[in-house]
């Protein structure tokens, strides 16, 4: 299920960055003038009374050249075509301005949800300030202060009002949904197209030519799937070309909705920095994952090739080493057959239970084979373990000190569970709880 989406809106210095990492939790938005720090993320994950959602800070876009206005106008305008609800953030001290007048008039026009956040109200007597912005027009203006996290909860009360009412993906659980993500010009849509057999998604050697997310239904050998294609995670006109960002947002909306995650390399141009970012995200969601090196046909080879490219993919994505990896062609539909087996095979183990008494017998001999860490004259002891969940699978081992499980001993743990149960194609999860 998708989560939805909330934008943060609003002139330069008006503190959106402050407030975008007050909601997620975590200094990550950049509020100095240094680019690229913390992952240079301007996308986050908030949660609010059982409600997670996406949250991006416009404050990050960068739109080139473009005069002052005309960078406000651009950056509201990308806000509306992605968000759900839109937070739009004033200044108590300074009053409506003319920009602040600008970004209302184009929300207006969005016919979006606009909540209406003054910001720097930072004690109880300010709160006469925030009348003016009545006249701005979006109903009750809500005083809040970034710096100090007042009002918050509030503005989070009213933002969650306003969202589309979530209801179940309406596919049957019989369905492997799955998502492809990767650079542009990877060749995603040009997969999806030699899957399915047809020309279902527009192909193109410019990268960023599919403008939307579309599903497709394919079925094999009496599975049925569901293929979200995300290959162009970018509207068309120059803004979009210059906010690369955005496709980020695009992606995380489709790892939402998939149980496997295809990661797409180019195997003619050898994985980048950005193909382990881009794998980072699916891990990071806890989805099956497929690691697909397509173009092989353009690749000189020699007997050696492919294992070579294998070792240097595990040297760079030490995170997804549970991934298996497959090398096709989409344009010559080459190997093609090994994709769909490797799909299924990561969705089943990203589904499968353990029991808890199989499990527990693991434990005991990987504890045998590598007795306990110690810690200032502690010693770890693991009373037993269980799994809690499924995609993905999800183990809670109690112990009678989580802080004497170190994180290698807990990788060591993770690795005989993986020994004794495969696990192929999706990571695993353990949680160290102290017995009560």
Not at 75 to 94: H, K, M
Request: net charge negative; proline share 4%.
């Amino acid at each position: 299920m998708a989560k939805p989406t909330v934008a943060i809106v609003g002139r330069p210095n008006v503190g959106k960055s402050t407030i975008f990492n007050r909601i997620i939790g975590e200094r990550v938005s950049i509020v100095e003038d240094t680019p690229g720090v913390t992952r240079d993320r301007i996308y986050g994950v908030g949660d609010w009374l059982t409600h997670e959602f996406h949250i991006i800070d416009t404050g990050g876009i960068e739109i080139g050249d473009a005069p002052f206005l005309e960078e406000i106008r651009l950056q509201a305008e990308i806000a509306i075509d992605e968000a759900d609800v839109i937070i739009f953030i004033v200044n108590s001290r300074e009053g409506v301005t003319s920009a602040d007048e600008e970004v209302a008039k184009i929300l207006f026009r969005s016919k979006k949800p606009v909540v209406l956040a003054v910001n720097k109200v930072d004690n109880p007597e300010q709160k006469a300030e925030i009348y003016d912005f009545y006249a701005i027009g979006f109903g009750d203006p809500f005083p809040i202060s970034g710096a100090h996290g007042l009002g918050l909860g509030d503005l989070l009360d009213e933002v969650v009002k306003h969202f589309p009412t979530q209801t179940t993906d309406e596919v049957e659980d019989d369905v492997i949904r799955f998502c492809l993500i990767g650079r542009p010009n990877v060749g995603k849509s040009s997969l999806v197209n030699a899957i399915l057999g047809e020309e279902r998604v527009i192909v193109s050697n410019i990268a960023g030519t599919t403008r939307d997310a579309i599903d497709s239904t394919y079925e094999y050998n009496d599975q049925k799937y569901t293929i979200i294609d995300t290959a162009g995670m970018r509207k068309k006109g120059k803004v979009y070309e210059n906010t690369e960002k955005y496709s980020v947002l695009r992606a995380l909306k489709a790892i939402d909705r998939s149980d496997v995650v295809l990661v797409v390399i180019d195997g003619e141009e050898g994985i980048l920095e950005q193909d382990k970012k881009i794998a980072g995200y699916a891990h990071e969601a806890g989805r099956a994952v497929v690691i697909v090196v397509n173009k092989w046909d353009a690749v000189e080879k020699d007997e050696k090739t492919m294992v070579k490219f294998e070792e240097k993919i595990r040297a760079h994505f030490l995170f997804l080493d549970y991934a298996p990896i497959v090398f096709v062609s989409a344009k010559t539909r080459k190997r093609l057959t090994t994709l769909i087996p490797a799909i299924q095979t990561a969705s089943e183990n990203h589904s499968m239970r353990v029991q808890s008494s199989i499990l527990n017998e693991v434990i005991v001999d990987a504890v045998a084979m590598n007795p306990t860490p110690s810690d200032k004259g502690r010693k770890l002891k693991i009373f037993y373990a269980t799994q809690v969940a499924v995609k993905p699978p999800t183990f809670v081992v109690f112990v009678n000190d989580p802080e004497i499980m170190h994180f290698s001993y807990e990788r060591f743990l993770e690795n005989r569970i993986r020994d004794a149960f495969g696990f192929e194609g999706t990571p695993i999860r353990i949680i160290t709880r102290q017995r009560s």
